[in-house]
Nanobody, 119 residues
Framework: QVQLVESGGGLVQPGGSLRLSCAAS????????MTWYRQAPGKERELVAA????????NYADSVKGRFSISRDDVKNTVYLQMNSLKPEDTAVYYC????????????WGQGTQVTVSS
C-alpha cells in the first residue's frame, strides 16, 4: 500500500524556519522524483521544489529560490523541505508528490500539511 505522510507544518512568524518531512512507503522510493507543491486558499496548486531520484538534480520555484532547500534520504525513504526566511505569502497547504521517473502514470500524493506564516 502506497503512503506519503507529510509532517512538520505549523504556525511560524515571518522570518522563521520550518522543515517539512514526507515519509514514503509501499514503493521503490529511489526510482521516484519527489516534489513539494503548495496550494493557498483561492489559488491553484503550484510546484515549490523537486528532486530527482538519487538526488542528482533539484528545481525550485522562483519565489522560493535561496530560501527553501529540498533533499532526500533514500535509506529512510523520506524527502525534506527546509524552509527559511518564511513570508506570509508562503502560507499554504504543502503536499508531497512522488512520480516514477520512467513510468509517470505511477504518481502519488500525500494528504498535505498546513504551513501558516503570521505574526
Amino acid at each position: 500500500q502506497v503512503q506519503l505522510v507529510e509532517s512538520g507544518g505549523g504556525l511560524v512568524q515571518p522570518g522563521g524556519s520550518l522543515r517539512l518531512s514526507c515519509a514514503a512507503s509501499g514503493f521503490t522510493f529511489s526510482l521516484y522524483a519527489m516534489t513539494w507543491y503548495r496550494q493557498a486558499p483561492g489559488k491553484e496548486r503550484e510546484l515549490v521544489a523537486a528532486i530527482t531520484g538519487g538526488g542528482h538534480s533539484t528545481n525550485y520555484a522562483d519565489s522560493v529560490k535561496g530560501r527553501f532547500s529540498i533533499s532526500r534520504d533514500d535509506v529512510k525513504n523520506t524527502v525534506y523541505l527546509q524552509m527559511n526566511s518564511l513570508k506570509p505569502e508562503d502560507t499554504a497547504v504543502y503536499y508531497c508528490n512522488a512520480r516514477h521517473m520512467y513510468i509517470p502514470t505511477y504518481n502519488y500524493w500525500g494528504q498535505g500539511t498546513q504551513v501558516t506564516v503570521s505574526s
